[in-house]
Every structure is written in structure tokens, then in C-alpha cells.
């Protein structure tokens, strides 16, 4: 087996458009929420801003949210699925189910964030 052929794997696929870093917490956030404001994400996650627009312009690149910008003032930028977005939500939630039980088992701390964002904890308090 070539070393292009790992590369046009759809592994290799998957763990770009879905499963990297930061893509498992947006994409499960924004289906949480329903929409979704840029500043929800900074205030929630452990991301620099930079880096937060650069995996939410790939998301949407990706076809999976839609970027929506509010004319308010000062404006607000919203994400919401697409179809697309939303048809690999029901995967991300049983691999989280899947380590949250196995974390659980060998009894390490889980994050509330990510227990928030799956049903397993009650709402956090931060602002949208």
C-alpha cells in the first residue's frame, strides 16, 4: 500500500473535516444550541480567536455550518448546521458516549464542558 493511499483514505478524510482538534466541539455545540455566536465558542473553549475562525471558516468551507452575519451594532456572526452538519452529529454523540462511559469505568475526570454539550451535566452558566 502506497503512502497516497493512507492520504485519500476516508480515515484520513473524517479525522480532517470532523475530528480535528476543535471540530467535535463546534459541530456538537452548534447542535446543542441550535445557533450559535463566535463568542459563546471563545468563552467556552480553550481556543485563541485565531484559531477558532480558522476551524470555523474550514467547517464551513467543509459544507457542514452555515456562517450567518447580523446586521446589529455591533455585529453578530451565528453558526448553524447544514444538513450535511447535522448528519454526522449522531456519530460525534456516541463517540463521546463511548469514552464517557469508558472514562467513567476507569474512573477519570471528565470536562464539564464537553458533559454539558452532550446531556450528561446541567447548563453552565456563561452568557451566549
Excluded at 463566535?38 to 468563552?43: E, I, P
Aim: glycine share 6%; proline share 6%.
Amino acid at each position: 500500500m502506497s503512502s497516497t493511499a493512507i492520504v485519500n483514505d476516508p480515515y484520513t478524510f473524517v479525522k480532517r473535516v470532523i475530528f480535528a482538534k476543535w471540530k467535535p466541539f463546534l459541530l456538537n455545540a452548534i447542535y446543542v444550541d441550535g445557533v450559535t455566536r463566535f463568542s459563546r465558542f471563545s468563552k467556552m473553549l480553550p481556543i485563541s480567536e485565531k484559531v477558532l475562525a480558522q476551524n470555523l471558516k474550514e467547517l464551513e468551507a467543509d459544507g457542514l455550518i452555515f456562517r450567518t452575519v447580523v446586521p446589529d451594532t455591533p455585529p453578530r456572526v451565528e453558526y448553524r448546521l447544514t444538513e450535511l452538519g447535522q448528519s454526522v452529529c449522531p456519530l460525534l454523540r456516541q463517540v463521546y458516549d463511548w469514552g464517557w462511559h469508558e472514562m467513567k469505568r476507569r474512573g477519570m475526570d471528565i470536562d464539564p464542558t464537553g458533559e454539558y454539550w452532550h446531556g450528561y451535566s446541567e447548563q453552565l452558566t456563561v452568557d451566549n
